[in-house]
């Protein structure tokens, strides 16, 4: 049996209790096809910004967050995708209006 016919809870068992290689290839494979379909996350780019490279970027950071917090994971692996994503995207607009509030305080002229 091969770990496409796992659940994705049986998968994060496998990450988290065995350091399983090929079930956290798996798990990844699964997660990003999970976070590209939510477009949804669209909704947080600022107006400024492109949201297909919004949308990328939180993807990254996302999928890294879900690796790095998986011992936090506790039932159903699709919400939580979810809320990790929607978490992420809020951050990461949150840290790109502020990054352009800072530029454009250093393009004003000193007086």
């Known amino acids: 049996m091969g770990v496409e016919s796992l659940s994705d809870i ?23 096809t999970k976070l590209r379909k939510a477009r949804w996350l669209a909704r947080f780019c600022p107006g400024s910004l492109d949201r297909h490279t919004f949308l990328e970027e939180v993807i990254t950071l996302a999928a890294e967050k879900i690796f790095r ?31 352009a509030a800072h530029e454009a305080l250093d393009q004003e002229p000193l007086e």
Request: with cysteine.
């Open 69 to 99: 917090s998986l011992a936090s994971f506790q039932t159903n692996f699709d919400c939580w995708v979810g809320v990790v994503a929607t978490s992420v995207a809020k951050d990461y607009a949150k840290h790109l209006s502020r990054r």
């Open 10 to 32: 049986e998968l994060v068992d496998r990450v988290r209790g065995y350091d399983d290689r090929v079930a956290a290839d798996e798990l990844g494979r699964r997660c990003l």
